[in-house]
């Protein structure tokens, strides 16, 4: 609504870089409302699938971007650009939403993860279902770090670059921690198909 009645003198926010969003947001709603347009549908799903449900999903989002406009006349970038900026302070009311609740952590994740561990078999229809249950009960088990790698990676689609800037570490750390995750999840899920396959065994005998 706020686009019907722009002035001729009014920039067209949907050409500008997100840097130059910021530094017009500090003064003009509007601007801000083109950032929020921009990120608002990440963030929301960032928090949800930390959250798994609907409403303190909604209730995040709404924090985080009250929060990033209330702080954006203080914000300059310094080599953290302004999403990056927007996931850490997700990042941080999550991990006060997880403490004042002390919820276990749900991370369900996209079919491109599973698709990538399942069975070759002729079967493999009946058996993605018991596959991405073992995949999901196996990123719970993961370190907080390593699961919001994935989520980023896979949800959020972000490059290896772009998430190093929201966990604080370079791009070859995070491709060296994804790398580690993979096979720490692939070695978990073969472990546990060794145990069911041995149980199955001694329940048979």
């Given at each position: 609504?706020?686009?019907l009645n ?9 050409d ?10 500090k003064e003009?709603?509007d ?23 609907q ?11 009250f ?13 953290v650009?302004?999403?990056?900026w ?7 009311l ?11 952590k ?9 698709s ?5 078999s002729p079967?493999?229809h ?9 995949l999901?009960?196996?990123i719970?088990?993961l370190p ?5 790698l ?10 290896n ?22 096979i720490?999840l ?6 546990q ?13």
């Amino acid at each position: 609504m706020r686009f019907l009645n722009r002035t001729p003198n009014e920039p067209n926010y949907k050409d500008l870089s997100d840097s130059e969003l910021v530094e017009l947001a500090k003064e003009d709603k509007d601007a801000f409302g083109e950032l929020y347009d921009r990120y608002v549908g990440k963030i929301y799903n960032y928090l949800f699938y930390r959250t798994g449900n609907q409403h303190d999903a909604e209730d995040l989002t709404s924090r985080v971007f009250f929060r990033a406009m209330s702080h954006i006349e203080t914000y300059t970038e310094r080599g953290v650009p302004f999403q990056a900026w927007l996931y850490r302070i997700a990042h941080n009311l999550m991990a006060n939403w997880h403490r004042d609740r002390g919820r276990r952590k749900v991370v369900p994740l996209d079919e491109f993860i599973a698709s990538g561990l399942r069975s070759e078999s002729p079967d493999k229809h009946r058996e993605d279902q018991e596959e991405r249950e073992s995949l999901l009960r196996a990123i719970r088990r993961l370190p907080e770090e390593r699961q919001q790698l994935l989520l980023l990676k896979f949800v959020d689609n972000l490059s290896n670059a772009e998430i190093g800037l929201i966990m604080d570490r370079t791009e070859g750390a995070i491709k060296s921690l994804y790398h580690r995750t993979l096979i720490a999840l692939r070695d978990d899920i073969l472990m546990q198909q060794t145990l069911r396959n041995e149980g199955d065994h001694l329940n048979k005998g």
